[in-house]
């Protein structure tokens, strides 16, 4: 059973933004202070990345664990609406690998950033940050940074 009404609750969910969250702000700037340049939520592009630098033909997603299902601390299944909540969150779980793979296919390589990985006192933002340009001056095609 939900703690307010569902006029409330849509109200709450309808003001959860989609670009420019906090996690994926925190990665932007640690990049910008790197040196690295990039496009923001690139239309044209399957997923709409969140982050793209064209010069390394790279592309980041920055994933809220909840939204994307991730499997961590940070995300447990509504236990109101569980129905449409499993159609939902797994409708964006399938959509998120139709978008790796379409990208896959332009030869755009692919980072998948987890919230997780960012969020909390504990987290050390260095190896995020290390992971990430790491894999930018390599030739990986692939790589997700986890908490």
Partial sequence: MDIVDRETRSRMMS???GKNTKPELTIRKLLHKEGFRFRLHVKDLP??????L???????FVHGC???????KYFKWPKSRPDFWKEKLNGNVENDRMNVKK???????ICLVWECSIRGADKD???VKLEITDWLKSDVDFVEVKG
Avoid: M, T
């Fill in 66 to 72: 909840f939204w994307h299902r991730h499997d961590c």
């Fill in 125 to 127: 933002i260095e190896r």
């Fill in 15 to 17: 003001g959860i933004k």
């Fill in 47 to 52: 997923g709409k990345p969140d982050i793209v």
């Fill in 103 to 109: 990208l896959q296919s332009l030869d755009w390589r």
């Fill in 54 to 60: 064209k010069k390394y033909n790279a592309v980041i």
